[in-house]
C-alpha cells in the first residue's frame, strides 16, 4: 500500500481501451484516472486511520480470516476487473467505480492480484489516492466519499468481504447525501486533526 495526495490534474472518464464512438483527441487531453496521479507528497497510515480507513497487509488467508472473523464478515466473494473478465462491460464498470460515491456499509477489499487505486475523500475534501496491491487488505467506513479505478494494467483481482449478505450500493455524490446519516455518523467520527490537514 502506498498513499499519496492525488495531484489534482484532471483526468478523462473515457477509457482508452474503449474509447466512445465519434471521439476526440480533446477527450483524451485531460489525462487517464488509471495514471498513478502522485503529487509527491505522502500519506501516513496514520493519517488514514484518522480518517477512519484500516489497511492490513496479509501475506497469508489465515489473516484475512482472523480480521473477517474479528470484524463479523460473515460473506465473501470474488471479482475480477479486466477487459477479459468483463469483456465489453469493462469501460462501463471502470467509469462507474471512478464515479464518487460512498456506502452504507464498510467497504473491504482483499486484494488477491493485480493492483488499483482507491482515492479517498480527506476532512476538507482533498482527494487521497491509495495504491493496493496483492497482500493488501483496506476497509473503508460507511459514509466516506471515494472512487476506484485499475492502474495502467487494467487488472486487479479482489476478494470482497461482507458483514451480510454481499451487495455494493453506490450512492454517487450529491448535496442531497448531506443528511444522510451514514455520511452524517462517519463525520462526527473524523479525529479534529483529520479536518484539519
Not at 464512438?21 to 488509471?34: E, I, L, M, V
Not at 495502467?152 to 470482497?160: L, Q
Given at each position: 500500500m502506498k498513499a499519496?495526495?492525488?495531484d489534482d490534474a484532471p483526468v478523462s472518464l473515457h477509457s482508452h481501451l474503449f474509447p466512445p464512438?465519434?471521439?476526440?483527441?480533446?477527450?483524451?487531453?485531460?489525462?487517464?484516472?488509471?495514471e498513478e496521479h502522485d503529487s509527491g507528497r505522502s500519506v501516513s497510515q496514520d493519517h488514514l486511520s484518522n480518517l477512519g480507513i484500516l489497511?492490513?497487509?496479509?501475506?497469508?488467508?489465515s489473516a484475512v480470516d482472523a480480521i473477517a472473523s474479528e470484524r463479523s464478515y460473515k460473506n465473501r466473494d470474488e471479482i475480477v476487473v479486466s477487459p477479459q473478465s468483463m469483456g465489453a462491460n469493462y469501460d462501463a464498470k471502470v467509469k462507474m467505480f471512478f464515479m464518487e460515491h460512498l456506502h452504507e456499509d464498510e467497504e473491504i477489499r482483499y486484494i488477491l492480484d493485480g493492483q488499483g487505486f482507491f482515492d479517498v475523500r480527506d476532512g476538507l475534501d482533498h482527494w487521497i489516492r491509495?495504491?493496493?496491491?496483492?497482500?493488501?487488505l483496506i476497509v473503508l467506513p460507511a459514509g466516506i466519499f471515494h472512487r476506484f479505478t485499475t492502474d495502467?494494467?487494467?487488472?486487479?483481482?479482489?476478494?470482497?468481504l461482507f458483514k451480510d449478505e454481499p451487495k455494493w450500493t453506490?450512492?454517487?455524490r450529491d448535496p442531497g447525501l448531506d443528511g444522510n446519516v451514514f455520511r452524517k455518523t462517519y463525520l462526527d467520527s473524523l479525529d479534529p486533526e483529520a479536518r484539519m490537514t
Open positions: 499519496y495526495w492525488y464512438p465519434q471521439s476526440t483527441c480533446s477527450d483524451f487531453a485531460q489525462g487517464d484516472q488509471r489497511y492490513h497487509r496479509c501475506p497469508t488467508l491509495i495504491l493496493v496491491q496483492k497482500d493488501d495502467s494494467n487494467n487488472y486487479i483481482k479482489a476478494m470482497r453506490p450512492l454517487n
